[in-house]
């Protein structure tokens, strides 16, 4: 089936250039300082203003924006491209921008470590905060990961009403000793890297449309609706990509605790990662990355993913440890890249994902 892409890739250009009028923390990005603080043409022309805080969830609210105002839609993207999400940090400029917004898009469940405390700062001063992640039914940490395939019979095909029915049984003891099994820096029971489950990401599109209804029209709502299916057609091809790859080398070790999404719908095993838990910030310790070691040659790994964000020096150390054929892998995983990347937009981030996955773990 051929990729659609239109409405998304057309979106994409705006989505860029507003990236590249927000604060920048690289140098990958140019930073316009009067942009931080002077009226979006949203605000000027009285559509909601919106700020978003990664570069994922910007490509998204940026296609249904485009597609409800046309070229004159305008938002803020806190994070600049090939950011890390887990340890931004919003400038004081940035804080303000959410404190006067009339939206704020966020994916939640601990992801952006560094900005928690301003988002929960403006949304007690009455500011309207749309946490994205704990609205698609998210898995826990863990479901992608081998020992937890066993189980999976007892899911639906994409695991989502079996989760949510698990996530009420829960006790409050239970959920207390999830959350201190995790370093400093885990997210708590809860994955938040939800948009590598492409259809969570269709129907948090259709939640962004619906919520900026409230604050305009109805166009928001189908356009919501538009981009969603852009990303359930592109799906099929990711899905395509993803399946090609023979059952038995279907196995990822990674840098942190990213792609259980991913591994959960397209049944990939996640055997192993890095930095223990679902943070970049974590330290791996020498006897965790002697038993990975270990993992990586009984199970037959041919491939390490990391992070475009971070740096490949202590994968390359593990690939070098392990010897044979594995290789490194870089994927956009928390950021979206800058120009000629082929991952310019969401849809062409988890195309190239995938291309990538299947290219690594390929006979």
Not at 3 to 29: I, K, N
Not at 59 to 71: M, P, Q, R, Y
Request: with cysteine; proline share 3%.
């Amino acid at each position: 089936m051929p990729m659609r892409t239109s409405l998304l890739t057309a979106g994409a250009a705006a989505t860029v250039l507003v990236l590249a009028s927000c604060s920048s923390g690289t140098p990958d990005v140019t930073a316009d300082a009067s942009a931080e603080t002077s009226p979006t043409t949203a605000e000027t022309q009285g559509a909601p203003s919106v700020v978003v805080t990664t570069t994922v969830l910007g490509s998204v609210v940026g296609e249904i924006l485009t597609c409800a105002l046309g070229d004159d839609s305008s938002m803020t993207v806190l994070m600049p491209l090939g950011a890390d999400p887990h340890d931004f940090q919003a400038s004081s400029a940035q804080v303000a921008l959410m404190a006067g917004a009339d939206l704020v898009v966020v994916n939640g469940l601990g992801l952006e470590e560094g900005v928690l405390d301003a988002v929960e700062n403006v949304e007690a001063d009455g500011v309207s905060v749309l946490e994205i992640a704990a609205l698609v039914d998210p898995l826990p940490f863990g479901e992608g990961h081998s020992e937890d395939k066993a189980d999976d019979e007892s899911h639906d095909d994409h695991g989502h009403e079996d989760d949510y029915s698990d996530e009420e049984e829960h006790s409050e003891e239970e959920d207390h000793s999830d959350e201190e099994s995790h370093d400093d820096h885990g997210h708590g029971e809860f994955d938040p890297h939800f948009w590598f489950d492409m259809d969570r990401m269709a129907l948090a599109a259709e939640l962004i449309g619906a919520e900026l209804a409230v604050r305009g029209d109805e166009s928001f709502a189908s356009c919501g609706e538009s981009v969603a299916a852009e990303i359930r057609a592109t799906e099929v091809v990711v899905a395509d990509t993803l399946s090609s790859v023979l059952d038995a080398n279907r196995v990822l070790v990674t840098d942190h605790d990213a792609l259980g999404y991913l591994a959960e719908r397209y049944d990939y095993d996640v055997v192993g990662v890095v930095i223990p838990g679902g943070s970049t910030l974590g330290d791996a310790n020498s006897s965790d990355l002697a038993d990975l070691v270990a993992t990586i040659q009984e199970e037959g790994v041919r491939a390490i993913f990391g992070n475009t964000a971070g740096s490949p020096a202590l994968l390359d150390t593990l690939a070098d440890e392990v010897g044979g054929r594995v290789q490194v892998v870089e994927l956009f995983v928390g950021s979206l890249g800058g120009p000629g990347s082929g991952a310019e937009s969401f849809i062409e981030m988890m195309t190239t994902n995938a291309t990538r996955i299947a290219s690594a773990l390929a006979d």
